[in-house]
């Protein structure tokens, strides 16, 4: 990961309750200046955790020109939402530079690579030979355990676990308090509901929960998961 020998000047896309972790975050490493937040649903002067909402996503260009180096980071946590967004903004504006927000509670091994736009909340762990794509999200105390893998857009909810040697396909999440047994394979845009516990490969654009994890449907590109009650609902059924 890059170290900064000054604060580099960040803006957060994004104003709700995951931009809030993120700028908690940020603050904590000490190493970036927020210069506000962009959101084109929300006012300009909206307070988020003492940051304002300074413009929308169209304003990228102009505060890129007043900030040499910008850096970014795309406080949103639907997986495809958030992929959507980081291609706006690479259309907007190409040599925008995409941060980590690591907070510092967070116990990395060495030698684990993690991506562009990757945020890694409080307690989270990530042990060694573990690869992380860009724009991936930790949620707090999530573990990634060894020579395990996340692609790009890919999730860990709120205290997650997996095995050593997970494959986590790309837009795919863990929910809250799921588990992956070792060497088990989650294919991409694939959900699996909180409490589940996963002993066998998942496929590609699956919802699966339950003790142990069942496949209970098929889902399409880009359909919204973070409001799905019925996962939590079903994740302890059989």
């Known amino acids: 990961m890059p170290l900064y020998t000054r604060r580099k000047s960040v803006v957060v896309f994004g104003a709700s309750g995951h931009a809030k972790v993120v700028l908690d975050i940020l603050h904590r490493s000490g ?17 988020c955790t003492g940051h304002l909402v300074v413009g929308g996503l169209g304003d990228l260009p102009e505060l890129r020109k007043r900030h040499d180096s910008l850096g970014a980071v795309v406080a949103i946590g639907d997986n495809w939402i958030r992929a959507r967004i980081v291609r706006e903004i690479q259309d907007r504006c190409q040599e925008i530079d995409f941060v980590r927000a690591v907070h510092p509670s967070a116990e990395i091994a060495a030698d684990v690579e993690v991506g562009a736009g990757t945020v890694v909340m409080a307690g989270a762990i ?5 690869k992380i794509g860009e724009f991936c999200i930790l949620n707090t105390r999530a573990s990634l355990d060894h020579d395990s893998v996340m692609d790009c857009y890919s999730s860990l909810g709120p205290a997650a676990t997996t095995g050593g040697g997970v494959k986590l396909g790309a837009y795919s999440n863990i929910g809250i308090g799921a588990s992956v047994v070792q060497e088990v394979s989650i294919g991409q845009h694939s959900i699996i509901g909180a409490g589940a516990v996963v002993l066998r490969a ?13 496949i209970i449907r098929q889902r399409a590109i880009g359909e919204r998961y973070l409001s799905e009650k019925s996962l939590a609902a079903g994740a302890h059924k059989s």
């Not at 990530?126 to 573990?130: E, L, T």
């Not at 998942?202 to 919802?207: A, L, S, T």
């Open 31 to 47: 190493s970036f200046e927020i210069i506000g937040l962009l959101d084109n649903y929300k006012p300009i002067g909206t307070l």
């Open 202 to 214: 998942i496929p590609d654009q699956v919802v699966a929960y339950g003790i142990p994890a069942r």
């Open 126 to 130: 990530v042990n060694p030979g573990a």
